[in-house]
C-alpha cells in the first residue's frame, strides 16, 4: 500500500510505501468475524477493565464485576477513555491536536488509482483522508 499526501486539487505531494500487509474493515464485519469465530464464554461484553497486566506471554484482566481472567491475545474496545491504554502506555498522554474529526463510509466505485492507496489531502489548516475498504466502498 501506499500512502499519499496530496494538496487539494490531488496533486501528490508526498507519497510513503508500506511493505507491511494492511486491512481496512468495517467495525460491525470485524465483530461478526469475531463472534462466529470465538467461544461465547471468551466474550465479555458490558464489562468495565480495572486492571491489565501486560506479561511477556500473557494478560491478567480484573473488571469491576469481579472477573478475573487470564489471557494470550485480548482485543479490547474502550474508546477514547482507554484504562487499557493509559496502563499498557502510561507515557502516551492524550492531548488536543486543534482538529476535529468526522468519520463516514459511503459506497463509490473507487478508481482504480486508489484502490490501494491511503489519500490524506491537506488544504490551509484542514486535512481529509480517504481509504478504500474494497473496490465499493470508502472509508473518510
Known sequence: RNFHISDKNLKIIRVTSTESPVTIIHRAKLIDILVSNLPREKIHLNSKLTVIKNEIDFCDLSFAN????????????????????????????????????????TTVNVPEQYQHTYTEIWSDKKRFLFVPMDSTTMFW
Not at 494470550?72 to 477514547?80: P, S
Open 66 to 105: 469481579g472477573l478475573k481472567l487470564r489471557s494470550g491475545c485480548t482485543a479490547i474496545a474502550e474508546g477514547i477513555n482507554s484504562i487499557s491504554r493509559t496502563q499498557v502506555f502510561p507515557g502516551i498522554k492524550i492531548r488536543w491536536a486543534g482538529q476535529a474529526i468526522w468519520r463516514g463510509i
